[in-house]
């Protein structure tokens, strides 16, 4: 079951190059996610996607952009990355609403190790 | 504003010895609380669930508890093994919300 996959798995840039990660799930999750997880901080969102054709901002959106492409991909763009943005970025999906309300349980990849020099 | 606030920070136990992480909360309106378990350069994985009604729920040697009037939760780690040392997140979702709360982590390490 491949279930979330990220890529690149690696990627080192130059400050101002841009960049795309991409992510694609295969369990027909409504909800998907992008977080970045940094040392002592933990992981923060930066943009989700409710539903196909939505998307909003979370707690560090700057810097950042996204796009829902289907129910599968939702993919997050650097445009001029700059070495803040050195981290490690996990993709996540989740059933979103239910008949029965919200599941909550994510479901990650296994993260994107981005290196901005 | 939710919160989750995880202690301790890291822990480290010898193989075989039990332990406890804590997860305090401040989200409202309730809806669950799952531990996920992140292996180092892994993505986190989901452990346990718990709801408001539960109070207990084992998953083998890992064994979460809730406390919903005092909002704290706990996991506790029976025997513990070497692949036990992790980071184990805290995360609490509210109800009609999109957005679960997170907590930072404790880092466990279990030494031979």
């Known amino acids: 079951n491949a279930g979330v996959t990220q890529t690149p798995k690696f990627q080192v840039l130059k400050t101002g190059q841009s960049m795309t990660l991409q992510c694609a799930q295969d369990?027909?999750?409504?909800?998907m996610y992008w977080y970045r997880q940094d040392p002592g901080m933990g992981l923060r969102l930066i943009y989700y996607?409710?539903?196909?054709?939505?998307?909003d901002k979370g707690e560090v959106p700057n810097g950042y952009n996204v796009s829902r492409l289907n129910k599968r991909e939702f993919s997050l763009r650097l445009e001029s990355a700059a070495p803040s943005q050195t981290s490690v970025y996990f993709c996540?999906?989740?059933?979103?609403?239910?008949?029965?309300?919200?599941?909550?349980?994510?479901?990650f990849g296994e993260g994107s190790r981005l290196t901005v020099l | 504003k939710n919160q989750v606030e995880q202690s301790p920070q890291s822990l480290i136990i010898l193989e075989g010895k039990n332990c406890t992480l804590q997860?305090?909360?401040?989200?409202?309106?309730?809806?669950?609380l799952r531990w996920y378990k992140q292996d180092t350069g892994r993505g986190p994985v989901s452990l346990t669930i718990?709801?408001?009604?539960?109070n207990t729920k084992s998953n083998g040697r890992y064994t979460a508890t809730l406390d919903a009037d005092t909002k704290q939760s706990s996991l506790h780690i029976t025997a513990s093994q070497l692949s036990d040392s992790a980071s184990y997140i805290c995360?609490?979702?509210?109800?009609?919300?999109?957005?679960?709360?997170f907590g930072r982590g404790t880092s466990l390490i279990v030494h031979p």
């Open positions: 718990m709801t408001f009604s539960e």
């Open positions: 996607s409710a539903s196909e054709g939505t998307t």
């Open positions: 995360v609490v979702s509210a109800g009609g919300s999109y957005i679960p709360t």
């Open positions: 369990m027909n999750h409504n909800s």
């Open positions: 996540a999906s989740s059933e979103g609403w239910t008949g029965t309300g919200l599941t909550g349980e994510l479901f």
């Open positions: 997860c305090n909360y401040t989200v409202s309106p309730f809806s669950n």
